[in-house]
């Protein structure tokens, strides 16, 4: 019985290879083209895709004393806070689309129910931080709108600055106007040096724009390599050699049924039966 089966193995193995012979044109020519037209279908979708790009970004702070004083707050504190405030962010991303939404509207609106939603996807690629020396914010994140990327961070730096120049600009008039009072109180017998030097500093910091933020940051943006051709080709030319196999198969398939009259019966008695179930 063994040897039977073995024999029956061993033909049906034959008659295998014997289909793969017989159609090895058609198979070749058929993986050819399929592999060709696979492998540029995928180049082409490839390009015309949106690319993924990590993106980081440092941004100086413009290091002054007198800001810091006048402020009487942590600044790099309060600069960390408003860039990693997602709800500016997001509104930002309405004017200039950094980060992909399911949703067409990309706008964040806290009544909204996909809000929390919109806000973690922001939250799992966007990160804010400062270096050792407190000297600059860092920024990093992922898009795949590479074009409003510089865009997109130079405008909330003028955001920023011009936020801080609103809170700044009457500080430094009160603090001239206190030290204009002190240099005029002929009463006060100490040494006014240092609070003329001070107030010369700042009579010539007014006249300029209260920014605390550097106009120009650095970036550095890498592309995700994350494509092989070598890959792509080995996934076509496989795939497009198991579809020419099932067509050979298929094609000897139907000769033999055409020339067997036994199943040619049982072929067309199936189909008959196959009207009656569906009306």
């Not at 089966?5 to 793969?20: A, M, Q, R, W």
């Not at 996807?121 to 804010?128: A, C, D, M, R, S």
């Not at 500080?171 to 240099?183: E, G």
Request: charged share 25%.
């Amino acid at each position: 019985m063994e040897n039977n089966d073995n024999v029956y193995d061993e033909i049906s193995l034959i008659d295998l290879f014997s289909v793969l012979i017989k159609f090895r044109k058609l198979i070749c020519i058929i993986t050819f083209l399929l592999t060709v037209f696979i492998f540029i279908f995928c180049l082409l979708n490839k390009k015309n895709s949106m690319s993924i790009y990590n993106v980081e970004y440092n941004i100086p702070i413009i290091n002054n004393e007198h800001i810091n004083d006048l402020l009487n707050y942590d600044l790099s504190s309060d600069l960390i806070l408003k860039f990693s405030n997602l709800y500016t962010i997001a509104n930002l991303n309405k004017e200039l689309p950094l980060f992909y939404f399911n949703t067409e509207d990309s706008f964040f609106d806290e009544n909204d129910y996909n809000y929390f939603i919109k806000k973690q996807q922001i939250k799992n690629n966007y990160l804010v931080s400062i270096n050792e020396n407190e000297s600059a914010i860092n920024i990093f994140f992922k898009t795949k709108y590479l074009e409003n990327v510089d865009l997109f961070i130079k405008t909330l730096i003028d955001r920023f600055n011009i936020q801080y120049e609103l809170i700044l600009q009457p500080l430094v008039v009160n603090r001239l106007f206190t030290l204009d009072s002190l240099i005029k109180d002929d009463k006060l017998d100490f040494d006014k040096s240092d609070i003329i030097r001070e107030y010369i500093y700042l009579q010539d910091l007014n006249k300029t724009k209260l920014y605390v933020l550097d106009e120009n940051p650095t970036s550095f943006i890498f592309r995700e390599s994350n494509f092989s051709y070598l890959i792509l080709f080995f996934i076509a030319f496989f795939a497009s050699l198991f579809i020419s196999i099932l067509i050979a198969f298929f094609i000897n398939a139907i000769k033999n049924i055409k020339s067997d009259a036994v199943a040619s019966e049982k072929i067309k008695s199936a189909w008959e039966s196959g009207k009656k179930i569906l009306p």
